[in-house]
């Protein structure tokens, strides 16, 4: 536990309309540093922000107020499936479940997880909150949690999620069809959706070059064996490239751009990512 | 397949496990987290099924080995051109002399001359007179037997009492040893009735088919008394066989043919080759007496019957008994070894 996490910096170029005072630059008139419009006086009853200028150019006469665009406070999640296939990517979606945590509090936003497995269960569900303790203890549970089963729930995820916008960080390996892909994305789009897909090399390019391989599915228990050879290896690795493409589509096509994650969890990727990409 | 057979049908059982490998690989597995993600690959599908067949062959070859699979005997139904041939061999003390009617002296006391013809025969042309008759009989018969591949052959010996020796047989291994066996000294009296009863009586149950030989092979006759006299007339009417009497007649012995210089000595008791042959002529079947005075002569006479009975034959050849179980154990240790091989090929994975 006394392992740093790093966190990372994120940012919404359109975040939602929130009450809550925050980091992020919000819709709500309020108390800010950006200028956002003159209203009278009686709309907005603050004779600090009296602009003379401004009252005294109104043809009606009429006292004219500053008002400012007041920051709002966002609320960040973490959906992740917990499928059985995701069994050796779980340390990686700890750390990254500390680190979001961690950033999230660091600019006052409230953190807020939702893990699916089989079923929507209580344990892997954290209602969003700015106490980073609940998170530490789940992160410590989730590192060595035995998954089991195929993630079913999260087409239900959507529905634990605020109306208003928020950041969302989907963490998946996307082992599943695109249908239900693109039925679990659906219900998203209003908010600021971060796909991560979780992919471990040794899937792919880790397999052996020669021999004879018998793989068991992690979720519907099917077993096949392969004869192992170069050109076989290549075709995997190919397969691989082209699920990554067609996933990068389908997650385009709702507005999302996909991050692809592969061994020990870096904050620099996700500091790269939102440099890149506004949401 | 009706031949098959199995010592412990019981486990017969265990092929049950012969199905296991349809389920179970042996193969160590790794996660994967979707199969759907890896492409169809018919060659490993095609490895796999191998691998599947080959562990199912090897169990199932394992259970069948130790069930005791075997071939069950069996005959096979043969055309030759052969006969059925009884030889009734005269075993009575006079045969272990020589035709000169003396103890045979030198190296070749008969001992080798049934096993070995070859060389014996070698030896025929400068010790004739040292054989002994039943040397020069084995020797012959033994060249006989070898020349004459379709036929069934029985032995059946007499002295006091007639000696059952081997049933028709077409097993050649088995009349070798036969015949071989006269080589053992010989015993005492000549009691012809007996001993010919006994060789007909080999005819019973026997189907008749290419021709029935009976091969009488003595140094003398005995007077048969009118009793057994009414029962061979009938025994012989009823087989239907062919007779050959080979008479080794020693030096100064009455022959077959010899008529009796003096009308007192004209009796079975004086003179029974005479009488016997009379006898055998009176039977009304086809019959040929050879008189051998030496192994030469003798060869003659049993080329004379080679030559003469060359019948067609059915006959049936008895295969014996085929153990399979090593059989099963072999291949199943190949198929076993091909697995072990699979089995090295696994790849390690981490």
């Known amino acids: 536990m006394s392992k740093a996490v790093p966190s990372f910096h994120y940012r919404l170029a359109h975040p939602g309309y929130r009450v809550f005072p925050g980091a992020h630059p919000g819709q709500t008139v309020g108390g800010g540093q950006l200028f956002k419009r003159h209203e009278p006086l009686l709309a907005s009853p603050d004779p600090r922000r009296i602009d003379l200028r401004a009252s005294v150019l109104d043809p009606f006469r009429h006292y004219r107020v500053r008002v400012f665009q007041q920051h709002s406070k966002l609320a960040v999640y973490v959906i992740a499936d917990l499928s059985a296939s995701m069994r050796g990517k779980l340390p990686l979606l700890a750390d990254f479940v500390l680190s979001a945590a961690q950033s999230a509090l660091e600019c006052g936003d409230s953190f807020g997880f939702i893990g699916c497995g089989p079923s929507l269960d209580r344990r892997w569900l954290l209602p969003a909150s700015q106490t980073l303790q609940p998170v530490r203890e789940l992160a410590i549970r989730l590192a060595d949690f035995q998954a089991h089963g195929k993630a079913d729930s999260l087409q239900r995820a959507a529905t634990l999620l605020p109306a208003r916008r928020s950041l969302v960080f989907l963490v998946s390996d996307c082992h599943f069809d695109p249908a239900s892909l693109r039925k679990l994305l659906r219900p998203l789009t209003p908010h600021a959706v971060v796909p991560m897909v979780a992919w471990d090399e040794a899937e792919y390019r880790g397999l052996p070059e020669w021999g004879l391989a018998r793989f068991k599915d992690a979720e519907n228990g099917r077993e096949r064996t392969l004869l192992m050879r170069p050109d076989l290896k290549r075709r995997i690795v190919q397969a691989f490239e082209d699920r990554r493409e067609h996933l990068r589509r389908i997650f385009r096509a709702f507005g999302m751009e996909p991050l692809f994650f592969s061994g020990a969890y870096r904050a620099e990727a996700m500091e790269r990512y939102f440099l890149r990409h506004a949401l | ?350």
């Open chain 2, 1 to 350: 397949m009706s031949a098959l057979a199995f010592e412990t049908p019981w486990a017969l059982a265990g092929l049950l496990l012969a199905l296991l490998p349809l389920w179970r690989s042996g193969m160590q597995t790794a996660a994967y987290p979707w199969l759907a993600m890896l492409p169809p690959d018919p060659l490993s599908q095609a490895v796999m099924l191998l691998i599947r067949l080959v562990a199912m062959a090897a169990i199932a070859a394992l259970v069948l080995g130790l069930s005791g699979m075997h071939l069950r005997e069996q005959s096979v139904e043969r055309i030759g051109h052969g006969a059925h041939i009884v030889m009734l061999l005269d075993r009575s003390s006079s045969m272990d002399n020589s035709f000169a009617g003396k103890a045979p002296s030198g190296s070749d006391d008969g001992r080798d001359a049934g096993g070995i013809p070859k060389r014996a025969q070698g030896s025929t042309q400068g010790a004739v007179a040292e054989e002994s008759k039943a040397a020069a009989a084995r020797r012959l018969l033994t060249e006989f037997v070898d020349h004459r591949d379709h036929d069934l052959i029985g032995i059946a010996e007499y002295s006091t009492s007639p000696l059952f020796v081997m049933p028709l047989t077409g097993n050649r291994a088995a009349i070798h040893a036969a015949i071989a066996a006269t080589a053992t000294p010989a015993l005492a009296y000549t009691n012809i009735s007996k001993g010919l009863a006994m060789a007909l009586s080999f005819f019973d149950r026997q189907a008749v088919q290419g021709s029935r030989i009976l091969l009488l092979v003595s140094d003398g006759a005995a007077a048969i008394d009118p009793d057994s006299e009414a029962a061979l007339r009938i025994l012989f009417k009823q087989q239907q066989v062919r007779l050959y009497w080979l008479f080794l007649r020693t030096d100064n012995s009455p022959g077959i043919f010899a008529q009796p210089d003096d009308p007192r000595d004209d009796n079975a008791q004086a003179m029974p080759e005479l009488y016997l042959h009379r006898f055998f002529s009176s039977l009304r079947i086809p019959y040929q007496a050879y008189e051998a005075e030496n192994p030469g002569a003798m060869q003659k006479a049993i080329a004379d019957i080679d030559r003469l009975e060359q019948l067609p034959l059915h006959y049936r050849e008895a295969i014996p008994k085929q153990d399979l179980s090593g059989l099963c154990y072999g291949l199943a240790a190949v198929l076993m070894a091909l697995l072990l091989g699979a089995k090295l090929c696994e790849a390690r994975m981490a």
